[in-house]
């Protein structure tokens, strides 16, 4: 008996068949960061490719003024506050004004590390 010919072409199906697999839970997965993002609130976990100048630019500048140099609310350039305390406001916010979950747990240190430098 020689090679069976309709092996190769099973094999083939088969891949493919597991790229769909694979394809559709990656979605899935990407679905479920694209909504924590738009979410503006509790459970968000990290954004993939965060980048924290334009998310400053599409959430922090409205109160904290262009290039967050003041507005509403304080400057964050040149702020004397730690990274630790910086962490605790964006996290949990304040009662003066500031909203707390703005920025995704798991993003929380790019942001603070985006605001000391910033001058
Ligand atoms: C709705 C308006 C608003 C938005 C949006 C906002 N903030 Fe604030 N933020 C404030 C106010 C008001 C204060 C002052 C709070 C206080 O003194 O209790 C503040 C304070 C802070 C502080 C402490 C600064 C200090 O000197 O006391 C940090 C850090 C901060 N915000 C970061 C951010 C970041 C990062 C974003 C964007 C993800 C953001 N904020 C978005 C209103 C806002």
């Known amino acids: 008996?020689?090679?069976?010919?309709?092996v190769p072409f099973l094999l083939i199906m088969g891949l493919g068949i597991g790229l769909i697999f694979f394809m559709s839970l990656y979605g899935l997965d990407q679905k479920a960061e694209i909504s924590a993002e738009n979410e503006d609130g509790e459970d968000v976990e990290e954004v993939e490719d965060f980048d924290a100048a334009s998310f400053a630019d599409a959430k922090c500048v409205s109160c904290?003024?262009?290039?967050?140099?003041?507005?509403?609310?304080?400057?964050?350039?040149?702020?004397?506050?730690?990274?630790?305390?910086?962490?605790?406001?964006?996290?949990?916010?304040?009662?003066?004004?500031?909203?707390?979950?703005l920025v995704?747990?798991?993003?929380?240190?790019?942001?603070?590390?985006?605001?000391l430098s910033l001058e």
Do not use: F
């Open 1 to 6: 008996m020689g090679k069976n010919p309709i």
């Open 64 to 101: 904290h003024g262009g290039n967050l140099e003041g507005g509403a609310a304080p400057a964050l350039v040149g702020t004397d506050m730690s990274a630790d305390e910086l962490e605790e406001v964006i996290r949990d916010g304040t009662d003066g004004g500031m909203p707390g979950g």
């Open 104 to 115: 995704p747990e798991g993003d929380l240190e790019e942001m603070v590390d985006y605001i």
